[in-house]
T-cell receptor, first 114, second 115 residues
Framework: KQEVTQIPAALSVPEGENLVLNCSFT??????LQWFRQDPGKGLTSLLL?????REQTSGRLNASLDKSSGRSTLYIAASQPGDSATYLC?????????????FGGGTRVLVKP | KAGVTQTPRYLIKTRGQQVTLSCSPISGHRSVSWYQQTPGQGLQFLFE???????NKGNFPGRFSGRQFSNSRSEMNVSTLELGDSALYLC??????????????FGPGTRLTVL
């Protein structure tokens, strides 16, 4: 059974500092890994998707790495801004019975202080 | 292109009642998945529908059911509501092309409160 863990559960940094968010998973047989952002009471916004064959993916200030062999992914957010305050979730995709299922970590709640 | 829409956005029900939630996927997407989000359990997979057929099911009791229509719109039903069913219910759509680039796009969710 796939289990996804995100540590720390909460993080507070001053504006301008780089953010490093960690995600680990127990089963390396994944299809892809997605990072999402969730604002309070809202749905999920997809930030980055890393295919299982890739090592990293970049979008603007965001960079995500994937090490399947060790079951780890890291999301880097450069030069954090107060608008980056949100909960960040990672989810691994496994192909089950010809369907796509996401298993989520518990999330890291980020606060960027001005 | 319009995103995933969910209706209603908020619902208040009492124990024992039943409720139906609706999800309209992104145009062209054939897969719709449902997730339950609670503070204690986080995000948990309920089920996935593809071409009007349930393809995967999570570990939830039979009170949770769903269906998908020919236009890919999906409904989720919860019967005999319990207090513990209070949660944010999210639906996600994807092309489900079988490619590892298959991205799931989430709707804004339906906040269900059971009193």
């Amino acid at each position: 059974k796939q289990e996804v863990t995100q540590i720390p559960a909460a993080l507070s940094v001053p504006e301008g500092e780089n953010l490093v968010l960690n995600c680990s998973f127990t089963d390396s047989a994944i299809y892809n890994l997605q990072w999402f952002r969730q604002d309070p009471g809202k749905g999920l916004t997809s930030l980055l998707l890393i295919q299982s064959s890739q090592r990293e993916q970049t979008s603007g200030r965001l960079n995500a790495s994937l090490d399947k062999s060790s079951g780890r992914s890291t999301l880097y957010i450069a030069a954090s801004q107060p608008g980056d305050s949100a909960t960040y979730l990672c989810a691994v995709s496994t192909w089950v019975a010809a369907g796509n299922k996401l298993t989520f970590g518990g999330g890291t709640r980020v606060l960027v202080k001005p | 292109k319009a995103g995933v829409t969910q209706t209603p956005r908020y619902l208040i029900k009492t124990r024992g009642q039943q409720v139906t939630l609706s999800c309209s996927p992104i145009s062209g997407h054939r897969s719709v998945s449902w997730y339950q989000q609670t503070p204690g359990q986080g995000l948990q997979f309920l089920f996935e529908y593809f071409s009007e057929t349930q393809r995967n099911k999570g570990n939830f009791p039979g009170r949770f059911s769903g269906r998908q229509f020919s236009n890919s719109r999906s409904e989720m039903n919860v019967s005999t509501l319990e207090l513990g069913d209070s949660a944010l219910y999210l639906c996600a759509s994807s092309l489900s092309s079988g490619a590892s680039t298959d991205t799931q796009y989430f709707g804004p969710g339906t906040r269900l409160t059971v009193l």
